[in-house]
Structure formats: structure tokens, C-alpha cells
């Protein structure tokens, strides 16, 4: 045709080129997710050793507490019920007393060791709770009101206790139930026996910033 238009051919560019840069960008972004899934096996890894190691640690003081506690569980002095240490009334104190008696005093010795160890590094707390059984206290010198303060009494004499035997008194603090939440009946000599007791529990220690309030210039 006489009338064909000049450059009617168009010139293709060359694909190789930019099907290698297209490679190029690929591989590194493959190269970068590799490298972020070995990173994040590598610190899965660390954390599962150091967790590993903890859980040891922990299982360790676990028995060394319960090796100290198998005596007393075996002589029925204590009691052991979801982590909670039970403490007969009757080898701590005198009925209607607060004063340690000579066994209770060589009891809480043998735990305190134990228990120090099992609060280390732990985030956790003790509370060292008092109760009574129904009965009105029946104190000569009038020394307590009501089960209320005797429970108290008993509480805070086991916290100190506790202390003067290398518990950290940061780490250990007393609660008082009277005859609240009984573990038997109050209707013989041997429920309120049961009833009369001291408990240690470890729960988690309150946070910092929860204890923290708000203080102004004013007094």
C-alpha cells in the first residue's frame, strides 16, 4: 500500500531486565521473612529454656516445702488443701491464748526456711489468716473482745513469728476471720478443735502501681 505509515512497528523492550529486578526484590523479601522466622524461633526457643528452667526451680521448692511439711502432715499437726497450709490451733496456742506454745514455736521455725526459699523470685505473697470456732472467748483477763481480736492476736503472733525466722516481712502479712469460714461443725469438742487454726496461703503479691494513689501539696 502506498499509503503505509512510517513506524507503524513498534519496538518491544527487553523483559529479561525487569523480570530479574522483579526476582531480585523477591528472593529479599524471602531472605527478610526467613530471617524474621528464624529470629522468632530463636527467642521462642530461649523463652521455652527459661520457662523450662523456672518450672524445675519451682518443683524443686515445691518438694523442699513439702518435704518439710511431711512430718506434721504425717503427725496430723497440719493440714495441706489446695496450697493452703492448715495449722492446728491446739500446737500453735492455749485455748484462748496468743502466746506460742513450745511446739508450735519449733513447727513454724521448721517451715519458715521452706517457705522463704518458695517466695524467691516469685511474684507472690503470704497471708497468714487466724480463726476461731463459735465459741465466746472465755479470757480471765479480758484480753480479748471477742474471737475477732483473738484470731487477730494469733494471726500477728505466727506473721512475727515468721519473721524473726528469716521470713521476708514484705513478703508476709496477718488477716483475721474469728469464726468465720469453719472447716467442720461447731457441734463438738472435735469440730471446733478443727475450726480453731492458722492458715499460710502464698497469693499474688498486690501490684505497685495499684498500691499507689494520687497526692497533692495539701496535707
Known sequence: MSDE???????TAPIWPVFADL????????VLILVGVIGVQLELSSRLDHEVKQRQIEAQRRKT?????????????VT????RIGISGSVLFALNSDQLQPAGRDLLKSLAGPLSEYLKARDEILMVSGFTDDRQVRDGNHRFADNW????????????????DGVPAASVFAAAFGSGQ???ANTDDAGRAKNRRVEIA????????AGKSSTGDGS
Open 23 to 30: 526476582m531480585s526484590v523477591l528472593l529479599g523479601a524471602f
Open 202 to 209: 502464698a497469693m499474688p503479691r498486690p501490684s505497685s502501681a
Open 65 to 77: 516445702l513439702e518435704q518439710a511439711l511431711a512430718a506434721p502432715l504425717a503427725a496430723g499437726r
Open 149 to 164: 481480736e483473738l484470731s487477730a492476736q494469733r494471726a500477728l503472733t505466727v506473721t512475727r513469728a515468721l519473721i524473726d
Open 5 to 11: 505509515i512510517d513506524g507503524g512497528v513498534e519496538t
Open 80 to 83: 495441706l488443701v489446695n496450697g
Open 182 to 184: 469453719p472447716v467442720s
